[in-house]
Nanobody
Framework: VQLVESGGGLVQPGGSLRLTCEAS????????VGWYRQAPGKERELVAH???????NYADSVKGRFTISRDNAKIRLYLQMNSLKPEDTAVYYC?????????WGQGTQVTVSS
């Protein structure tokens, strides 16, 4: 199983980025998937989550700014991040989970700074 994130980088406050997670080795459509992030010295936290049925939920800190979506045909998960703030700086991880197991990507760095 592989989850590979891309799309991170350096962006100014107020800017936008779109993260992509490409999955292989799993029947992607069967899995609940999501994005987590971990800032230096902090615990990993849930950013956004979308179920196999398409229901989504978000951390309060990103509601109205971030949008999670999935394309089961392309076996991809996306996170559109708008109005980025310095406090969004973190390594962002893709996650896929079912009762049979949980999988993580290696992460992609997002830095929001002027």
């Amino acid at each position: 199983v592989q989850l590979v994130e891309s799309g991170g980088g350096l962006v100014q406050p107020g800017g936008s980025l779109r993260l992509t997670c490409e999955a292989s080795g799993i029947i992607f459509s069967w899995y609940d998937v999501g994005w987590y992030r971990q800032a230096p010295g902090k615990e990993r936290e849930l950013v956004a989550h979308i179920t196999s049925g398409g229901s989504s939920n978000y951390a309060d800190s990103v509601k109205g700014r971030f949008t999670i979506s999935r394309d089961n045909a392309k076996i991809r998960l996306y996170l559109q991040m708008n109005s980025l703030k310095p406090e969004d700086t973190a390594v962002y991880y893709c996650n896929a989970q079912r009762s049979v197991g949980t999988y993580w990507g290696q992460g992609t760095q997002v830095t929001v700074s002027s």
